[in-house]
């Protein structure tokens, strides 16, 4: 099956990475399921776990970006990451809907080039693997976030070992439903959680899941996800109208995802063939999959993540406005 073309972020005459305009993706092809992704609340904490999760996927064209912006509320503040230190005068915005980092319909992310090496099935190779890919997604999401006048710092990631491992949610066991967390400004990459067995040597799968854990980071520098979890805790975690909210922000870190890969295939070494198997990887995941209520039926969980694969607009990847049948 044909996959849809991936969308391209920079401006649509140059290809030069503008965060204010670009062109849009062709239409999709056809819906898939989509990827489950599972956060856990432990100890008032934030944290984030993805499972494993295959149909092709088309390349959209992306449009230009803006610099944009779970589990529980977030209560550290921004801090010093890789990419530089926070800037101390920019501060998270509570909101969800009308948040301003989902207003602008011409943001999005823009064109580069990502170099990651290639994929090996060891640790110390999934380790430079998510570092190199960890370093495009700053250089991706950071001029969206400035520009809007939020926080920024590169999450800290981990690679735990074991069958579980300690962070500051708790103590987090290590599965087949739990690939990665994101927790407090920390991204959890156990190597054990990542099913090389099953996925094998394909990168666009692992970048697909980290994207992920860090579309949920830029939801935590924007203000989103506090104002998320205060909205689940008023609803009741475990009451409809609460599931709902926590599928809602669970389908935008797919969208973010999408977003990522979408932009940056066929540049740099992002292949045409790892954006293709991540397209696919997506139909596998889901609700359907997990048995959970959390995070989006497999159609739905796949069809966020590739409106912004094709789309590359921020303001496409607002769930918390999107009926609810499209968060199912």
């Known amino acids: 099956m044909t996959t849809p073309r991936p969308g391209t972020a920079g401006d649509p005459d ?12 062709w239409p999709l092809g056809h819906r898939a399921a989509l990827t489950a992704c599972v956060v856990l609340m432990i100890a008032g904490l934030a944290v984030v776990a993805v499972t494993g999760g295959s149909e092709e996927p088309v390349p959209g064209d992306p449009r ?3 610099p944009p912006s779970a589990a529980e509320p977030p209560p550290s ?14 501060e998270p915005v509570l909101a969800l809907g009308d948040h301003p980092l989902l207003q602008d319909e011409q943001v999005g992310l823009p064109n580069l080039e990502c170099y990651l090496p290639e994929w090996r099935s060891t640790q110390e190779a999934a380790e430079e693997f998510f570092r190199a890919a960890t370093a495009c997604l ?8 400035q520009a809007h006048d939020l926080p920024f710092h590169s999450p800290e990631l981990v690679f735990p070992t074991g069958s579980e491992f300690d962070s500051e949610c708790g103590t987090i066991s290590v599965g ?12 959890f990459l156990p190597f054990d959680g990542l099913q090389t067995q099953q996925y094998g ?13 860090y579309g949920h980071h830029v939801q935590d520098l924007a203000g989103i996800m506090e104002a998320a979890w205060d909205e689940i805790y008023q609803e009741g975690r475990n009451t409809s109208a609460g599931q709902e909210l926590h599928r809602r922000m669970e389908l935008q870190a797919q969208c973010f995802s999408g977003m990522f890969l979408g932009s940056h295939v066929e540049r740099g070494t992002v292949t045409r063939d790892a954006y293709d198997n991540a397209w696919s990887d997506q139909a596998t995941r889901g609700d359907d999959t997990s048995g959970g209520r959390d995070h989006g039926s497999n159609e739905n969980y796949a069809t966020w993540w590739r409106t912004g694969a094709q789309d590359n607009r921020i303001a496409e990847c607002n769930t918390f406005t999107a009926s609810s049948e499209s968060v199912r």
């Open 77 to 90: 503040s921004p801090g010093q990451g890789a990419a530089g230190s926070a800037d101390t005068s920019a």
């Open 14 to 25: 140059t290809g030069e990475p503008d965060v204010s305009t670009g062109t849009r993706g």
């Open 176 to 187: 087949v439903q739990t690939a990665a967390y994101y927790c407090e400004g920390e991204l």
């Open 64 to 66: 230009a970006a803006e």
């Open 138 to 145: 700053d250089e991706a999401w950071e001029p969206v976030l």
């Open 201 to 213: 040597n394909n990168p666009g799968v692992y970048l697909a899941l980290l994207a992920h854990e």
